[in-house]
């Protein structure tokens, strides 16, 4: 394949990021998130094996059902997350996020040892992969179980739409835009830029599956640790500050200090990628707001990000140092910190009413509020018997898993 084709078939999966997130949302509410996502791993399971197929259309054919798969559940894997575990969404994003981390670690690392060792070819090789596609379908069949999703939702719809005028969706847009470009960028070009400056070509590579696997514990931890805070600005801030320190230790010791740089790179760039997927979660006040964000977040911020690796190469062949791209990284998340101290304080994005009017809350009411929206309610009620009633509704409020706290 020439360079050119080899170039658009890796840019295929990211084209069908911008131009299917929208439209992920739509599908979770008409047909249930949980079916949707159970369609999507059946879909990527059949992308896989149909690149095996010796023609070249359909290695990219295939190549393009694995995006539209990936789409589906990267934007309502969140919506799922926000609508059943409740107070449990730290861990469960953290253990999602963990999971991404991890599976690209063992896609990356274990395919060309895995083809040595077996004496596969390449079609063969990349067809073992459709084993643990098939084995998340079996173990997600028992999750198809929502009957409210099944239907149309004109709530969710006009949700949706709100995300792009809301400016907190701008701002959890923006962090995971600067996010994803500094993730693909690095991506591209750390291996690169190591062994332009004197590094042999394996300790580079090496260097790349270092960062991603230091990162794996702070994808987890991240979002934990956000979910127990009252205000995420310290984590919003505390990890692209690292990714910042990584980036200009590259630009100026990119070998007497390269471990040390890869190191912190790797620790800021899992918790940054932890914290920006939890953010959809913690900034949306329920399911139908979180799928918009997830959806704009996800539209823009791969949009952004296909512009990283392509530009940062162009900067490369014109100035012929890296000095000047990595920058240019720098300053972008420089950016990143004050996106991240905005998006980072305790608001949500999400209905009061029903008529899907987007609101940002970051209070429960007040009790003065509820007990004279109570006695109107029931007028002839004795205070005692209103209390119990406001127990009562609180226990009941528990029981289906929704966090009765600061930002309900």
Known sequence: MSNTAIGLLTTVPLLCFVVLSTTAPRLGRRYGEERTIAAALLLLFAGILLRVAP??????GGTI?????????????PTVIKKRFGAQSGVMTGLYTMGISIGTAAAAGLTIPWQHFAGLGWRATLAVWAVPALLAVVLWLPQQRDPRGARPDAVGDARGGQAWRSPLGWGVTGFFALLS??????IAWL???????GMDPTTGGQMLS??????IPFSLAAPIMAARSSRQVWITTSFPTMLLVGLLGLTLAPRSGALCWVLVLGVGLGGTIGIGFMLVVLRAADARGAAA???????AGYLVAATGPILTGALRDLTGSWTLPLLSLCLLVAVQIPVGVYVGQSRQFGAAVDTGRVVLSSRALPRS?????????HPGEDESSRDSRASETGRGIGQKGEPAGRDT
């Open 181 to 186: 470009l500094t993730f693909y960028t690095v």
């Open 369 to 377: 509020y509820v007990d004279s929206q109570a006695r109107l309610a």
């Open 55 to 60: 023609v070249s259309v359909a290695l990219f």
């Open 191 to 197: 291996p690169k830029i190591l062994t332009d400056s």
């Open 65 to 77: 059902l694995v995006g539209i798969a990936i789409t589906g559940g990267n934007v309502l894997l």
């Open 210 to 215: 270092l960062a991603n696997l230091v990162g």
């Open 293 to 299: 964000l997830a959806a704009m977040s996800q539209t």
